[in-house]
């Protein structure tokens, strides 16, 4: 059962506390307050919907398309391999930060793609190479099932030129560590490990390995 689009009443809605919570840089270029446009008209979708044990969920069966006609405005992109401007552009923020989020509690992506390219350089990465979730609509989603007992829900804050994301549950929830292990291959490639911690059990589990092309030397970073 994919979750629904019924946000939570107020009185619920104090129930849920702040358990595990990331920030995040947004990249300051011309499209700053285009992409923070887009990044609020989607959060509006998702935060603060009660995801139960058991549910599905899907960042697009939420969000839906986002066209001009709903408000989104150009951003950059990732299409065809190369960086563009789109409507809509620049949404993949927020699919990182969740992956990352449920990560740190203990689940696991139904569904997560990372970018077809490495399109930051050291000095403009803003979030570890290997965690992202590109989305694609109608072609790549990001999902997960809540497969812990207790209910959860995303709250976000928009800053000047950063996002706060935060996972919140009624109830405690183990906090995991989560390290991106990054390895360079002949011919530009990039290797990361992702690898999840538990200071409970003391144990180690590898996540998944994420390979990354370089980026066309002809395109611009971002």
């Not at 998702?46 to 408000?71: A, C, M, R, T, Y």
């Not at 050291?122 to 790549?140: C, H, I, M």
Request: hydrophobic share 35%.
């Amino acid at each position: 059962m994919f979750v629904k689009s019924h946000p939570l009443s107020q009185g619920k809605l104090d129930l849920f506390d702040s358990k595990i919570a990331i920030r995040q840089v947004i990249p300051n270029n011309s499209y700053l307050n285009n992409k923070k446009h887009n990044l609020a008209t989607a959060i509006a979708c998702i935060e603060n919907l009660s995801i139960h044990p058991g549910q599905i969920f899907s960042f697009w069966h939420l969000v839906g398309e986002p066209s001009q006609q709903k408000g989104y405005l150009e951003s950059r992109a990732i299409v065809n391999n190369q960086l563009k401007s789109e409507f809509g552009g620049g949404l993949c923020q927020i699919p990182g930060l969740l992956y990352v989020l449920i990560l740190k509690a203990g689940l696991n992506a139904l569904e997560r793609h990372p970018h077809s390219k490495d399109i930051y350089t050291e000095e403009t990465r803003f979030a570890p190479l290997g965690s992202d979730a590109t989305v694609v609509y109608g072609y790549k989603d990001f999902r997960f099932q809540n497969t812990l007992s207790v209910p959860l829900c995303f709250r976000f804050t928009l800053l000047e030129e950063g996002i706060i994301a935060e996972l919140c549950s009624t109830q405690t929830l183990e906090e995991f560590s989560v390290d991106f292990k990054v390895e360079q291959l002949p011919g530009g490639i990039k290797q990361v490990e992702t690898l999840r911690y538990s200071q409970l059990t003391d144990s180690r589990e590898k996540i998944t390995t994420t390979i990354y092309p370089p980026l066309d030397p002809d395109a611009v970073p971002l």
